[in-house]
């Protein structure tokens, strides 16, 4: 048992240091700064959850239980990276693009990033009445 | 013995990546792409911590973790609320 829990966290480790690895690099390599956002929510993350899949399978080998500390802060990653992914996306857009680059919003009638009235601003005349 | 190359293999991954971010934090041509590199960086030192408690053998670096974990997503979530917004708390 402890033979094969140290080759399968070895395995793990090395994977995941490659994932953390090529995410890194794909930050600085890369040109665009919307595929910037690609290397590290995607290939960081993953080399975060084999790291943690590692050291979880390290706490069974040599302690003989499986911890759940790894499976929340793997569970936690995996839920928040998505989310600031697409709050640097959205803060991108909002900085950079013009409404003219942008594909169509489909049904809307503009991007909501780009929208002049802030959501703010609608909740508050709703509320309040217009008052300005 | 083949844990502990490994070990040194991540630990070396890692590190690398951490200064690749701390280059392009220094390097970044808008404030969007060193926030996303700020961000990388925390991912990276949860690694770093995960891999410390696999070679001390002790549990007590998961709480450390799980807390630079969370205060990392809310300051990026801040990061980019000051950059869509102006302020952060209205």
Redesign the interface.
């Known amino acids: 048992m402890g033979e094969i829990g140290d080759i399968l966290t070895a395995i793990f480790l090395v994977v995941g240091g490659c994932f953390g690895l090529v995410g890194s690099f794909g930050l600085i390599k890369l040109r665009d700064p919307m595929s910037r956002l690609h290397a590290p929510t995607k290939a960081t993350t993953l080399g975060v959850g084999g790291v943690l899949i590692a050291s979880l399978i390290h706490s069974f080998a040599v302690d003989g239980y499986v911890s759940v500390h790894e499976l929340l802060i793997t569970l936690f990653l995996f839920l928040t990276a998505p989310v600031t992914a697409l709050f640097l996306a959205k803060a991108h857009i909002h900085r950079h693009s013009e409404d003219e680059v942008l594909p169509s919003p489909g049904k809307d009638t503009c991007w909501a990033v780009l929208d002049h009235r802030t959501s703010r601003q609608i909740i508050d005349e709703a509320e309040y009445g217009q008052d300005d | 013995m083949?844990?502990s190359?490994?070990?040194y293999?991540?630990f070396?991954?890692?590190g690398?990546?951490?200064l690749?971010?701390l280059?392009?934090i220094i390097t970044a041509e808008?404030v969007?792409?060193r926030?996303?590199?700020l961000?990388?960086m925390v991912?990276?030192s949860?690694?770093i911590l995960?891999?410390a408690?696999?070679q001390e053998?002790t549990?007590v670096f998961?709480e450390a973790?799980?807390i630079i974990?969370?205060l990392g997503?809310v300051s990026?979530?801040a990061y980019?609320?000051f950059?869509?917004?102006g302020n952060i708390i209205?």
């Open positions: 083949i844990l190359y490994a070990l293999f991540a070396g991954c890692f690398l990546a951490v690749m971010n280059w392009k808008g969007g792409d926030v996303l590199a961000d990388t991912v990276n949860i690694a995960v891999l408690g696999i053998g549990e998961f973790t799980m974990a969370m997503f990026t979530v980019a609320r950059m869509l917004r209205e």
